[in-house]
């Protein structure tokens, strides 16, 4: 089965090029097939950017697929952008796409924290459903072991896919969890 949070090497390609604006700032992103969202910015990921407080310092962009979030973030703000995933095709993208927006990142190959030992005062996560929720827990778990005392994970998740569930699963493992945004089903939480 082709899954954007596996590695898949006998997909196809067709490289595309996607223009994003966003922050008054022209965005352009190389994608290719077998990866998440790869026809156009996702909605939930512009909900997340859009919700996000100015942040500073070091950020991971968990999950970074070819690197939307981390890379806006890292063009918007004063931050130190660390870029990380399962699939090497998204990670190989995410730093192509670094680049062609010129910002400066870290690219880590891992399996949720599996490769990841820094800490960071800020994670984002547009986490992989389909990968399910033992999986998606165990990156909410990690997190908290990765983040600076202090510092922020922002989950965007659409209620249909576990709203709910996640945001009780947060109250458990951090001291707070505020929903920045809920709209429509999806809901944007940051988990201090």
């Known amino acids: 089965m082709n899954h954007y949070f ?11 090029q996607l223009t994003f604006d966003i922050f008054g700032m022209e965005f352009k992103f190389l994608t290719n097939n077998g990866l998440f969202s790869c026809n156009k910015i996702d909605d939930a990921s512009k909900i997340l950017l859009e919700q996000m ?3 500073e310092g070091d950020l991971l962009d968990l999950g970074c697929g070819y690197g939307v979030l ?3 973030l890292c063009k918007k703000n004063n931050i130190r952008l ?3 995933d399962v699939n090497s095709l998204a990670l190989d993208y995410a730093i192509k796409n670094a680049k ?5 990142a870290t690219a880590i190959h891992s399996d949720g924290f599996t490769n990841i030992t820094k800490l960071y005062n800020h ?3 547009n986490p992989p459903i389909h990968a399910g929720k033992e999986v998606m827990y165990r990156m909410y778990k990690e997190a908290t072991e ?3 005392i202090g510092g922020s994970l922002y989950v965007v998740i659409q209620k249909k896919h576990g709203a709910e569930s996640t945001q009780k699963k947060l109250l ?3 001291k707070d969890c505020h929903t920045l945004y809920k709209k429509k089903g999806t809901f944007v939480f940051q988990a201090i």
């Open 172 to 174: 458990e493992l951090f």
């Open 6 to 16: 596996i590695e898949n090497p006998a997909l196809l390609t067709q490289e595309r």
């Open 82 to 84: 660390t870029m990380s």
């Open 70 to 72: 981390g890379i806006v």
């Open 53 to 55: 407080p100015a942040i």
């Open 123 to 125: 994670i984002t996560l």
């Open 146 to 148: 990765h983040l600076h």
């Open 100 to 104: 062609l927006n010129q910002v400066t």
